[in-house]
């Protein structure tokens, strides 16, 4: 039996564990990527090697941040205020909470957003007496539309800036437009797709929208400081290309300030850190990097090349498509990766702006469609499971394979409309 074929055997079973939800999805991803390392499919430094520690360190400093953040009440009283401009309605709520998100995830990474929005959304739905699970789900979606706006919001879009070099301006007037197209359907998307999930006992929303949000604030010092650091941070993670800095030394940096600066009991702050999430990357990590090792990824990828041909809108179309699909089932940081270099291959035949930006949409919005396709996914589940409210696979895909096809459609329309339509 060849590497390729044990391989994909193996990352087949992890695969199927995690949707199967049999045993937690952390344990499913560990064995995976630990049974890669003794079948001998990677070398152990190879494995540790995969890990993306950017991604790994810059969620463990944004977790910290959040969760001090969490003890101001702060989350109380933007989902006080929250409520009341919606007023009371479940899915305007929904929508706000969305659209909020979304512009977010445009400004800072999709991933710290959620870690921010979570726990507004779990108080507000304490409060109104009805499951977080259809808003936490919405915001994951809406995190990773308004992440494919910019160059930051989304990890794959630093690697496709890096490879085509593409300044924040240049991402912002591509990709911009297309995301807030994609949002303004999601939101119409979604009151058919919620519309059963979002039920309220009477006058909840009522007795939430009395509360005097001036007693929600219960720390404003250490709110304060939290802010300001917060702020740094963001600041950081704009201009980390100029300070050639990674976010994740961005994002420890704030953490260790606030910590410093707030003398936070260290032992309690880090207790709250999502460890499970964090293993989960770790072990997803090293499996995909098997499949990645013996080939398997190349191979899909060059079978896609050769329907290719010369024809730039047959390209653009399979990458985007292929990449949406590939992002479903797999981490869409580790394809992306992969895929770079066939871009750069394909460019030298064909012109190479619609390509990337194919791809882009691709991976961006492809991990909309399981729960294990984007990093956003993984935390907020984990997050909601943490809170009793655990996110099944299935039920994640009622909602996400839907978005993801519309968001499909309406990026192929425009690549054809801005980029490959005869003049």
Sequence with gaps: MNDVLIAGIVFFVTYALIVSERVPRTLAALLGGLTMVWLGILEQHQAFEAIDFNVIFLLTGMMIIANVLRETGVFQWVAVHAVTLAQGSPFRIMAILSVITAISSALLDNVTVVILVGPITLFIASNLGVSPLP???????????????????????????????????????????????????FIGLARLLFYRDLKMPAGRATGLREVDTSMLITQPTLLRRALIVLGGT??????????????????????????????????????????????????????????????????????????????????????????????????????????????????????????????????????????????????????????????????????????????????????????????
């Design 135 to 185: 808003y936490l789900i919405a915001e994951v979606l809406a995190s990773n539309i308004g992440g494919a706006a910019t160059l930051i919001g989304d990890p794959p879009n630093i690697l496709i800036g890096s490879a085509a070099k593409i300044d924040f301006a240049t991402f912002l007037w591509h990709m911009g437009p297309i995301s807030f197209l994609i949002l303004i359907a």
């Design 234 to 423: 963001i600041v950081g993670f704009l201009l980390h290309g100029a300070l050639h800095l990674e976010p994740a030394t961005i994002a420890l940096t704030g953490a260790t300030i606030l910590l410093i600066w707030t003398r936070q009991d260290l032992h309690h702050v880090l207790n709250e850190v999502e460890w499970p999430t964090l293993f989960f990357f770790i072990g997803l990590f090293m499996a995909v990097e098997g499949v990645v090792a013996v080939g398997l990824i190349d191979k899909v990828a060059e079978a896609a090349v050769r329907l290719v041909g010369n024809d730039v809108q047959i390209a653009a179309f399979i990458i985007l498509w292929l990449s949406a699909l590939a992002s479903g089932i797999i981490d869409n940081i580790p394809y992306t990766a992969t895929m770079i270099p066939f871009i750069q291959s394909l460019g030298r035949s064909m012109p190479i702006d619609p390509l990337w930006w194919a791809l882009a949409l691709g991976a961006d919005l492809g991990g909309n469609a399981t729960l294990v396709g984007a990093s956003a996914n993984v935390v907020i589940a984990s997050l909601a499971e943490r809170s009793g409210y655990p996110m099944k696979f299935r039920d994640f895909l009622r909602y996400g394979v839907p978005t993801t096809i519309m968001a499909m459609v309406i990026s192929t329309l425009y690549i054809w409309l801005r980029y490959l339509r005869p003049l």
